[in-house]
């Protein structure tokens, strides 16, 4: 599957993040995933607007919304 693994993304954004790296996680756009990512010490968030490959433009602009609402000082990245 093309879908990030966000279990494993956590954990490996918050090693890298403690190891001093800036973490741009390519994430779906789930709020408590992204909250887990932010608490792991990711400052950017890079959140899906389609699946990898698909060619289906945004298809939840809704759940990018909300994100943006949830999370309004972060940097947010849209991964079109």
Request: net charge positive; charged share 25%.
């Given at each position: 599957?093309?879908?990030p693994d966000v279990f494993g993304l956590v954990e490996a954004a918050?090693?890298?993040c403690e190891d001093g790296f800036?973490?741009?996680p390519y994430t779906t756009d789930d709020l408590i995933?992204?909250?887990?990512l932010l608490a792991a010490g990711?400052?950017?968030l890079m959140p899906w607007c389609a699946p990898i490959g698909s060619a289906l433009g945004p298809i939840n602009i809704m759940a990018l919304r909300?994100?943006?609402g949830y999370f309004p000082g972060v940097p947010l990245i849209v991964d079109a």
């Open positions: 599957t093309l879908q918050r090693i890298l800036a973490v741009f995933v992204a909250e887990r990711c400052k950017v909300s994100m943006r």
